[in-house]
């Protein structure tokens, strides 16, 4: 009887704390409509025109022209939203209606930026691919190290020693050596994490700010010592986007997916296979359970230090492929600190993405999205300032990890290392 | 009965040890931190070699280096100016890794703090300089706070992990810098770069040495970083709550029972931390840069990570870790200057530090000759 009144109580408190949260999206979701009717107001008259084509594609079709009353309906249907929260909010529901209050407030806000003007959306839409790969790949190289349990802080000095090799690899013996040679220093600092959190125990946060500080540290000082002096060494090739034929013609999604350089079609792969091969192979199994539970997977006969070799150094070396795109896939430069904080946002994509390299890569189109509507707010002469737009998806990042679109739950001996017994 | 005295004896050793600074400690906290900065400086000798510096700039490198840092007494000055802001940053960080947390966010509690304090420093004028350096400076801690506890709350209450969080709002800070700069009522008169107005005299941190010479630059600044390390040895070791503190991160789940309350702890860690962090940038601001630009911070609070390792999170630990920290930005600075070798070298050489301190496993394999056997484990 006790025990029946215990479980009520406590099934009772979960049910509260659903329905609180249920409430409190709904508040957000309300207040989200009255930003929409109140601030991003568009006359009903006023029209704003998103261009599809230019004039150089196959295939022309006609710009897609919004009313100013889009944002009326927008206004109305998060109104919807929210109020429906409070009505039988819960459950699956609650982040669903999230998720589409906050696509209809990215519409909206962009009727609203555009009224009265024109925008090339598909040049935006091209601009988020390229700005999201680096982090997806980022991502990516955090989900395989974090899903043997090592965290991986160092993704951002992976990146950064992928783009310093590629430009000076790529300057003196061409691209593909250069992507070839990002790709291995990046595998050897992943073994390099791998030595000290697994071999010498190093605490996994330290080690991998310390390789950050290392990597920032030697290419700073050679590009400054030797870069300077020898321009020639820092002068790589650049590889051009290949048009996919056919599939390139296809109005809007041709340029955005199909004319990309080989990097935007390596990260889509790469994510494809990590996909395939953590989730649907024994290995990737097996990779998974060390994560989880190393003992047991210890006692299962499956080498768990092995594991977190391999595993490591292979993010290492995704992560030093997504590092050769800032030079070899961009500018073929190198430049002091290029990187700039990508590989922390890597990290973020992981997080937001769930700890799976499919989760990761959307949460990276949503960074470069942010990121690129950032740049092409400027040309439109906004009232927001494009630093708070920079700081949406950071925030955004925050609200995740906090847990209030559904608590992402990391592989469950992250960061702890093991000692074989 | 043999056995029992072979235990008594075995007691004994165990309370003796515990009693004075055994072999072990000495070997922790003195032989491993000077080994790693020799290890550094070999690998920093190395680094030079393979960028094609001869051996003749190699020496007079790390000479300029050693005379840039201690060589004279504006050598002195720049170093301990260097390391105020590095010590008090790694002052608050050492106290959260004590509390079990690990806060990356000390660059953006630095630039909240120093903005703070710009901003508090500009518009209050016509005060007695007696009220307004002090208020300009709580002004630091209490934004610096109040931004670190933003993780602290998000922490405690949803078990965010604090070293993204505060990642983020490093680069969130970053950015409302940036906003900040470019607003009229900070942005200085008459200028369209991002640059704020600059704090008037009263609320300056005053120079100590100029009466010996007007170009050196250490400031009263040292005197409240003195101030911070006695106030945070106290605060860790001699209070209730330095002892909660200091419990919940060796054994969180011994302090759950001992009734400490966790998400309060954590809160309050890191808004000590944070308030650390904002007195380190109020500080930069008011004893050397007078106002803030973009990146006025300079990796201060990345910086002080390192110092917080290296010093074994102790607060006398921290300050000499500090200080050798400025003696590398100080020494750094000359170097570059008479031999010619880039600043960033210092960089590796920090890195370097850290790696051998944090896996004192590592600097044991390099060094064997160094240390006493240990039974069983490794060497």
Known sequence: MTDMTAHEARSEKLEGAAARKARVMGVILILLSLLVLFVLNVAPGERATFNLTTRRDAIQIPPLVVPGAFNMIAAALLAFLGVRQFLRGGGRWTALSLGAGLLILVLAFLVWATAGKSFNLTGMLQATVVRAIPIALGGLAGVLSERVAVVNIAIEGMLLAGAFTGALIGSLLGGWMGLVAAVAVGGLFGLLLALLVVRFRMDQIIAGVVINLFVLGVTSYVSSQVFSQYRSLNNAPVFRSWEIPILSDIPVIGPTLFDQNIFVYGAFILVAVATYYLFHTKNGLRARAVGEHPRAADTLGIDVYRTRYIHVTLAGMVAGFGGAFFTLGSVGRFEENMTNGRGYIGLAAMIFGRWHPVGALSAALVFGFADSLQQKLALLNTPIPSEFLAMAPYIATIIVVAGLVGRARPPAANGKAYVKE | ?379
């Open chain 2, 1 to 379: 009965m043999s056995e029992t005295r072979k235990d008594v004896n075995e007691r004994l050793q165990g309370l003796l040890a515990r009693a004075s600074h055994g072999r072990d400690d000495f070997e922790d906290l003195v032989i491993v931190p000077l080994f790693a900065v020799v290890a550094a400086l070999i690998f920093g000798a190395l680094v030079m070699l393979a960028t094609a510096v001869d051996i003749g700039t190699i020496g007079r490198s790390f000479v300029a280096l050693a005379y840039g840092a201690f060589g004279s007494l504006n050598a002195i000055s720049e170093t301990l100016t260097a390391s105020i802001p590095l010590v008090l940053a790694g002052l608050g960080l050492g106290l959260g890794f004590r509390a079990g947390l690990f806060n990356i966010g000390a660059e953006g509690q630095v630039i909240m703090g120093g903005i703070a304090a710009v901003i508090v420093g500009f518009s209050l004028t016509g005060l007695p300089w007696i009220i307004h350096l002090p208020l300009v400076l709580l002004a630091g801690v209490l934004v610096g706070a109040a931004y670190a506890a933003i993780a602290g709350v998000l922490k405690a209450t949803t078990g965010a992990h604090e070293v993204i969080s505060t990642i983020m709002l490093n680069l969130i800070s970053y950015e409302l810098l940036n906003w900040l700069l470019r607003q009229p009522w900070i942005q200085r008169p008459g200028r369209s770069d991002p640059i704020s107005k600059s704090v008037p005299d009263t609320a300056q941190l005053p120079r100590l040495l100029t009466q010996i010479d007007p170009n050196l630059r250490l400031h009263a600044g040292i005197v409240v970083m003195l101030l911070a390390v006695a106030l945070i040895y106290w605060l860790l070791f001699k209070s209730k709550l330095g002892f909660a503190f200091r419990t919940s991160g060796e054994n969180p789940s011994a302090a759950n029972y001992a009734g400490m309350k966790a998400g309060l702890i954590i809160v309050l860690a890191m808004g000590v931390a944070g308030g650390l962090a904002g007195l380190a940038g109020a500080t930069q601001i008011t004893g050397v840069l007078g106002r803030a630009s973009p990146g006025f911070s300079a990796g201060i609070g990345f910086d002080a990570i390192a110092v917080a390792l290296l010093g074994r999170s102790h607060p006398v630990g921290i300050l000499f870790a500090g200080i050798l920290f400025g003696a590398l930005e100080a020494g750094g600075r000359q170097m570059q200057v008479s031999a010619g070798v880039s600043i960033d070298l210092i960089g590796i050489i920090q890195a370097l530090i850290i790696v051998f301190i944090a896996a004192p496993l590592l600097v044991r394999a390099i060094f064997p000759w160094g240390f006493r056997r240990k039974k069983g484990g490794a060497a």
